[in-house]
Every structure is written in structure tokens, then in C-alpha cells.
T-cell receptor
Framework: DGGITQSPKYLFRKEGQNVTLSCEQNLNHDAMYWYRQDPGQGLRLIYYSQIVNDFQKGDIAEGYSVSREKKESFPLTVTSAQKNPTAFYLC???????????FGPGTRLLVL | GIQVEQSPPDLILQEGANSTLRCNFSDSVNNLQWFHQNPWGQLINLFYIPSGTKQNGRLSATTVATERYSLLYISSSQTTDSGVYFCAVGSRDMRFGAGTRLTVKP
């Protein structure tokens, strides 16, 4: 089955800890995206990547980092510099930018 | 950046009713999509519609790019249509509206 997988489904972070959220796609899409969703709100773009080894900051990149070493994978690291990381994180991909985006099931991050 | 406004913020319908959701945006865009987010958080793409009209079953959408708005029509609503509907617009980076929360009662 083609699709986008995110893991883990739930993630707990301790104060001062970095955590990495996984996003993998087997759709052969060039573009990938990370969004953050807070309760009752819309999605905000953290980072996006148009192609391997390239990525651009979105509206709320501070406290986050990404890498795009493989076409299939776009992991997101939530660093200790992100002071309010509790949120629902969604990964998406599209064949290219300006084309339909498809979303993974999301990861819920909670701070202990 | 581009501003995206969705209306109404909340909508409650009886099963079988029709509805229209609106998305206004502040600048010209190359990309507009409508999504449905189910109660478990999964976003499903409904339409990719930067301009024109599309239909898919009971759902249809129209975007008038020159007037900077898009409409999503839901006909003969069902309880499974409940959830949050998002409009997203932009160029390389997408901006999401705050959503319309739809509740369809049996």
C-alpha cells in the first residue's frame, strides 16, 4: 500500500530533551512538509522540502530542525529550544510543490 | 503573508441538509485545497482547486480566483461528514484557515 507513515503515534518529552518524529512516504513524491496543529486551530507550516538535500523554513521553524537525506524520509527534531512543543504534528507529501498534498496520521507530542 | 478566513466557524445540521462553506483569501494564489479532518485527526484531501469547479459525489467546490474566494458545497449531509473542514492556500508554502467545524445530527 502506498502512503505516508508517521511514528510514534504518541510521544512524551521531558524538559530539556530533544525528540525526533519520523515521517516516511512510499509515494515517490518530491515534496514533503511538516505542520503543527494546536487544539481548535488550523495547521501552521514548520518546514518544507522540495527535493532531497533541500529544505525551507515555514512560519514557525524556531526550535525545530529537519533533514532530507533520502527522498522517502523527512524527520523532524523538536529541540529543547522549543518552549511549548505540546501539539499535534502532521507530515504531508506531494508530487511537487503546488500539487495536492497527502497527509500522514500524525504524532501527538506531550511534555512531561 | 496571505490571510485565510473561513466561515462559518461552526455549523450544525440535520442529516440530509445541504451546506456551503466559504474560504476567503487575501492575495492571488497558485494552489488551493480543501481538506476534511476526521475526529481522529486524519486529514483527507477533498479537492485541489486553484480555480474553476469540481465535483466528487455529494461534494463540490468552486474557486473564483479573481475574487479571492472558494466555496465547498455539501449536499444531503451524513453523520460521517462531521469533522473540521480546512481550506489551504498559497504558493510553495501553504497557509491554512482556522477551519469550519461541522456537526451533522441524525
Amino acid at each position: 500500500d502506498g502512503g505516508i507513515t508517521q511514528s510514534p503515534k504518541y510521544l512524551f518529552r521531558k524538559e530539556g530533551q530533544n525528540v525526533t518524529l519520523s515521517c516516511e512516504q512510499n509515494l515517490n513524491h518530491d515534496a514533503m512538509y511538516w505542520y503543527r496543529q494546536d487544539p481548535g486551530q488550523g495547521l501552521r507550516l514548520i518546514y518544507y522540502s522540495q527535493i532531497v538535500n533541500d529544505f525551507q523554513k515555514g512560519d514557525i521553524a524556531e526550535g525545530y530542525s529537519v533533514s532530507r537525506e533520502k527522498k522517502e524520509s523527512f524527520p523532524l527534531t523538536v529541540t529543547s529550544a522549543q518552549k511549548n512543543p505540546t501539539a499535534f504534528y502532521l507530515c504531508a507529501s506531494s508530487p511537487a510543490v503546488l500539487q495536492t498534498q497527502y497527509f500522514g496520521p500524525g504524532t501527538r507530542l506531550l511534555v512531561l | 503573508g496571505i490571510q485565510v478566513e473561513q466561515s462559518p466557524p461552526d455549523l450544525i445540521l440535520q442529516e440530509g441538509a445541504n451546506s456551503t462553506l466559504r474560504c476567503n483569501f487575501s492575495d492571488s494564489v497558485n494552489n488551493l485545497q480543501w481538506f476534511h479532518q476526521n475526529p481522529w485527526g486524519q486529514l483527507i484531501n477533498l479537492f485541489y482547486i486553484p480555480s474553476g469547479t469540481k465535483q466528487n459525489g455529494r461534494l463540490s467546490a468552486t474557486t473564483v480566483a479573481t475574487e479571492r474566494y472558494s466555496l465547498l458545497y455539501i449536499s444531503s449531509s451524513q453523520t460521517t461528514d462531521s469533522g473540521v473542514y480546512f481550506c489551504a492556500v498559497g504558493s510553495r508554502d501553504m497557509r491554512f484557515g482556522a477551519g469550519t467545524r461541522l456537526t451533522v445530527k441524525p
